[in-house]
């Protein structure tokens, strides 16, 4: 997918003289001749489509570097606000930090300075300057326009679950709208309302997150097997385990179609794995009251999966796993020295890579998940790895194509809380305005307002 961006020289065309009158704030009538009328109905718009940015004395740089910056998570609500006002917007990939672009207004400057953003008034001259420089072939930038607010929905259950959505949490604080749906939405074909999906902390493969052996005793275990187990009877099916797979099923359709899919921490493995274990039985007789089917193992389907490939199941239901794409078990990083790196890619040859990873810091701090990263091995080849310990050979952030569409896999829970545990209070994100780990939720939930243009091949 090649995107475009706004051109950075204006454009002149001439007019023949027009006697022009003007009115209080409004109307500017034109005494046109009848060939004028026909310029302006078939040229004017053209020009006006190219220049339309420009049309004001000067512009709002948001500067997301981490020198400038104040509140990097609150400058993409500011984003998501002005592109929800019908406005566009450029992101300036890899320019201070993944800068913004924004049409100057009075109301832009207010919602600044309410929000704590920081921000640049810049004149056309300056704007055009930048964008000139950001277009030279030796420079790694690129200029991206953002059209449209994108819809977002949360997959979520609806009943009080023990443990915090970073997703969620971020889009609350950076004051970006969403809806929250579940099973009943998605199988009832919900999905096509929207155009990005977050999954939330979820396991798709019917065995109640492998919360087993800890927690099955626990009043929130035993209320949420029963109300999953209502919900498949009400759905239609006879196990939970059946019906998370139509779920995914539904949701793999979504992505196929052209939908946009962010996933972290237990949701990424375990929908996966749901897809390759479609029509089999892997689930022990404590999760869906009979055995599992012999040798399942040998029966994965990987070409079904979107991310990882050749990974071993988990057979023991009271160890806290899915499988050996995670790489919980096998880290060997102490606390201090847990970060992970983010890859750089051509801005302009890779404008989604690069979108994906834009950031005032190449080093992210690593934090904890039931699914922390994925074992670099069983990552899928066409899959590319935007952040990743190279020490631990883990890869903590991928991304691909399926389809039509998009899905991006970011390992662990919360990326200001390093070992998140069930009960946990939750993260307050007026601690962590400028979080590396959660600016990179953002770049996802910016990244379907991108403008598409077409390959020249």
């Not at 053209?46 to 339309?52: E, K, N, R, Y």
Request: charged share 25%; net charge neutral; aromatic share 12%.
């Amino acid at each position: 997918m090649k995107l475009s961006a706004v051109p950075s020289m204006m454009i002149l065309v001439p007019m023949k003289t027009t006697s022009l009158s003007r009115t209080n704030h409004s109307k500017k009538e034109f005494s046109l001749t009848a060939e004028n009328q026909i310029f302006r109905k078939t040229i004017l718009p053209i020009v006006f489509l190219f220049t339309s940015f420009y049309s004001f004395a000067s512009v709002i740089l948001i500067p997301m570097d981490a020198e400038s910056q104040k509140n990097h998570l609150k400058a993409y609500g500011l984003t998501y606000w002005v592109l929800a006002k019908q406005q566009k917007v450029q992101w300036l990939l890899n320019y201070r930090g993944g800068a913004f672009l924004l049409p100057d207004g009075d109301a832009v400057r207010k919602e600044c300075q309410i929000r704590g953003v920081s921000f640049e008034v810049l004149s056309d001259g300056q704007a055009n300057s930048i964008l000139s420089d950001i277009g030279s072939p030796s420079q790694n930038q690129e200029a991206v326009i953002l059209e449209k607010a994108p819809k977002i929905a949360v997959y979520s259950p609806k009943d009080n679950q023990p443990w915090d959505d970073a997703v969620t949490m971020v889009l609350t604080y950076a004051e970006i709208p969403y809806v929250t749906i579940y099973d009943e939405e998605v199988l009832d074909d919900k999905l096509a309302l929207y155009d990005w999906l977050h999954l939330h902390h979820e396991d798709f493969t019917g065995q109640y997150g492998k919360f087993y052996r800890n927690y099955r005793a626990t009043p929130w275990y035993i209320e949420g097997k029963r109300l999953a187990e209502e919900r498949a009877t009400k759905l239609g099916f006879s196990k939970v385990s059946q019906e998370k797979g139509a779920v995914a099923e539904k949701i793999r359709r979504y992505v196929i179609g052209g939908g946009f899919m962010f996933a972290m921490c237990s949701a990424t493995d375990s929908f996966d794995i749901a897809l390759a274990a479609d029509g089999i039985d892997i689930c022990e007789p404590m999760f869906d009251g009979d055995p599992s089917d012999a040798n399942y193992q040998e029966k994965l389907n990987y070409s079904r999966t979107f991310a990882f490939q050749n990974f071993n199941l988990e057979r023991n239901p009271l160890r806290y796993e899915f499988s050996s794409i995670d790489m919980t078990a096998k880290r060997k990083i102490p606390k201090e020295s847990d970060y992970f790196s983010l890859m750089e890619f051509s801005a302009k040859w890779d404008p989604v890579p690069t979108m994906l990873t834009q950031n005032h810091t190449t080093l992210v701090k690593g934090f904890m998940g039931q699914t922390t990263s994925f074992t670099r091995g069983e990552v899928k080849p066409t899959v590319i790895v935007l952040g990743e310990n190279k020490i631990n050979d883990e890869a903590r952030y991928i991304h691909g194509i399926k389809g039509k569409g998009f899905f991006t896999f970011y390992g662990g829970h919360d990326p200001e809380d390093y070992q998140h545990r069930v009960g946990d209070p939750k993260t307050e994100l007026e601690l962590h305005p400028t979080s590396p780990g959660y600016r990179l939720i953002l770049n996802n939930v910016l990244f379907p307002a991108a403008r598409k243009k077409k390959q020249k091949t």
